[in-house]
């Protein structure tokens, strides 16, 4: 009769929203096949009552403790999270349970008493798949010591129906196999924790390469490669719809590196990128286009509206103070507007916006102008 396992290898005391309802599931399917097993277990203890191998009192009562244990397990399990039970702690009152009827059952079964250890190996091997190794061990030296005990006191008080030395021969062979279950089923855990724990870092790697592969390491921002894929799928979209794309190029900022020092011009990109990304709509998308070269796509926005958008981060962009520079210098950009024609695509936007970033900067600079 073995207990139902918890998520193996869980410490946790409270399971997170989102995984709370997966972990619900694990364990209640694990209840539904450690309950079968128990009906199945009390249909041969019936069996044996009915062929006169054991008395129906105690196999009746035996009967009744397991299924009330089996109810208030499940009870226990569907309240885990509020009752803040640890998934590790459940399954070792789950298996310190099944091993007392065992040990009962083991008592009263008379010359079938022998199958009974079966079923502790069972109970043994499931919890040792549901908790840390050193407490399955020590949950395996428990349930020795409890059939050591109880092999001792039959053999004591009726030794014709309980032979000392078949009782002895029996507790070495279970012995032997529980040793040998909980050494086995402890490596396998090992064995399934590394794999878990290299499938999250092979996880994390791939989101690593997700992220540099889409994302400007200086900026923050999206990449140039990202936001290709943006304008692709933007072009597929089959809704029509008015965008814009302009084109933002930092003044001067050739003479911010070579004043100030590199290190100076990239606090410039950073500081010019977390000023322009706060002034963004919500579906606006700013990348780093190249060196101090900028890239906005404006999704569902008219000229005017892109405009606006533009003019917010020429105000917070004229506000930016980078350490190491004179408050005197301020930073500021030229920009080139351009709005997608129907069908058009964006590469031809991008080009007219580049024209039109070029007439921005020979009038003077810091101005938005439009193709």
Same mark, same amino acid.
């Given at each position: 009769?073995?207990?139902?396992?918890?998520?193996?290898?869980?410490?946790?005391?409270?399971?997170?929203?989102?995984?709370?309802?997966?972990?619900?599931?694990?364990?209640?399917?694990?209840?539904?096949?450690?309950?079968?097993?128990?009906?199945?277990?009390?249909?041969?203890?019936?069996?044996?009552?009915? @062929? #006169?191998?054991?008395?129906?009192?105690?196999?009746? =009562? !035996?009967? %009744?403790?397991? +299924?009330?244990? /089996?109810? &208030?397990?499940?009870?226990?399990i569907h309240f885990s999270t509020r009752?803040?039970?640890?998934?590790?702690?459940?399954?070792?009152?789950?298996?310190?349970?099944?091993?007392?009827?065992?040990?009962?059952?083991?008592?009263? @079964? #008379?010359?079938?008493?022998?199958?009974?250890?079966? =079923? !502790?190996? %069972?109970?043994? +091997?499931?919890? /040792?798949? &549901?908790?840390?190794?050193?407490?399955?061990?020590?949950?395996?030296?428990?349930?020795?010591?409890?059939?050591?005990?109880?092999?001792?006191?039959?053999?004591?008080?009726?030794?014709?129906?309980?032979?000392?030395?078949?009782?002895?021969?029996?507790?070495?062979?279970?012995?032997?196999? !529980?040793?040998?279950?909980?050494?086995?089923?402890?490596?396998?855990?090992?064995?399934?924790?590394?794999?878990?724990?290299?499938?999250?870092?092979?996880?994390?790697?791939?989101?690593?390469?997700?992220?540099?592969?889409?994302?400007?390491?200086?900026?923050?921002?999206?990449?140039?490669?990202?936001?290709?894929?943006?304008?692709?799928?933007?072009?597929?979209?089959?809704?029509?719809?008015?965008?814009?794309?302009?084109?933002?190029?930092?003044?001067?900022?050739?003479?911010?590196?070579?004043?100030?020092?590199?290190?100076?011009?990239?606090?410039?990109?950073?500081?010019?990128?977390?000023?322009?990304?706060?002034?963004?709509?919500?579906?606006?998308?700013?990348?780093?286009?190249?060196?101090?070269?900028?890239?906005?796509?404006?999704?569902?926005?008219?000229?005017?509206?892109?405009?606006?958008?533009?003019?917010?981060?020429?105000?917070?962009?004229?506000?930016?103070?980078?350490?190491?520079?004179?408050?005197?210098?301020?930073?500021?950009f030229s920009a080139g507007l351009a709005?997608?024609?129907?069908?058009?695509?964006?590469?031809?936007?991008?080009?007219?916006?580049?024209?039109?970033?070029?007439?921005?900067k020979a009038a003077g600079r810091d101005?938005?102008?439009?193709?």
């Amino acid at each position: 009769m073995p207990p139902a396992p918890s998520s193996a290898g869980s410490t946790a005391t409270t399971a997170a929203p989102a995984h709370a309802a997966p972990m619900l599931r694990r364990m209640r399917n694990y209840w539904i096949a450690t309950a079968m097993l128990y009906v199945a277990t009390m249909g041969l203890l019936a069996a044996q009552v009915g @062929a #006169g191998y054991t008395p129906r009192g105690p196999a009746l =009562m !035996l009967s %009744v403790v397991a +299924a009330c244990g /089996t109810l &208030a397990f499940y009870a226990l399990i569907h309240f885990s999270t509020r009752l803040k039970i640890a998934p590790d702690t459940l399954a070792a009152l789950q298996s310190l349970f099944a091993i007392g009827c065992i040990i009962a059952g083991y008592a009263i @079964a #008379g010359p079938l008493r022998a199958s009974l250890l079966s =079923m !502790l190996v %069972v109970a043994i +091997a499931f919890c /040792t798949f &549901a908790m840390h190794p050193r407490r399955a061990l020590l949950l395996a030296g428990a349930a020795l010591a409890g059939m050591a005990g109880i092999m001792w006191y039959l053999q004591a008080v009726d030794p014709r129906g309980h032979p000392p030395a078949v009782e002895a021969m029996s507790f070495g062979y279970l012995a032997a196999a !529980l040793l040998a279950t909980t050494l086995l089923a402890s490596e396998m855990t090992k064995l399934r924790r590394r794999m878990k724990a290299s499938k999250q870092e092979l996880l994390t790697a791939l989101e690593t390469i997700r992220t540099l592969a889409t994302v400007d390491e200086l900026t923050s921002l999206a990449n140039r490669r990202h936001m290709n894929e943006l304008l692709g799928a933007e072009e597929r979209r089959s809704a029509p719809a008015t965008s814009c794309v302009a084109l933002l190029d930092l003044d001067l900022f050739k003479q911010v590196n070579d004043q100030y020092g590199h290190a100076v011009g990239d606090a410039v990109l950073r500081g010019f990128a977390g000023a322009a990304h706060g002034a963004l709509r919500e579906h606006d998308t700013l990348a780093r286009w190249g060196g101090e070269e900028f890239l906005l796509l404006l999704p569902d926005a008219t000229p005017q509206a892109a405009r606006q958008v533009l003019e917010r981060i020429v105000t917070r962009v004229h506000a930016l103070q980078i350490d190491g520079m004179t408050p005197a210098r301020r930073i500021s950009f030229s920009a080139g507007l351009a709005e997608r024609r129907d069908g058009e695509p964006f590469t031809e936007a991008i080009s007219r916006a580049d024209k039109a970033l070029y007439r921005a900067k020979a009038a003077g600079r810091d101005r938005i102008e439009v193709a």
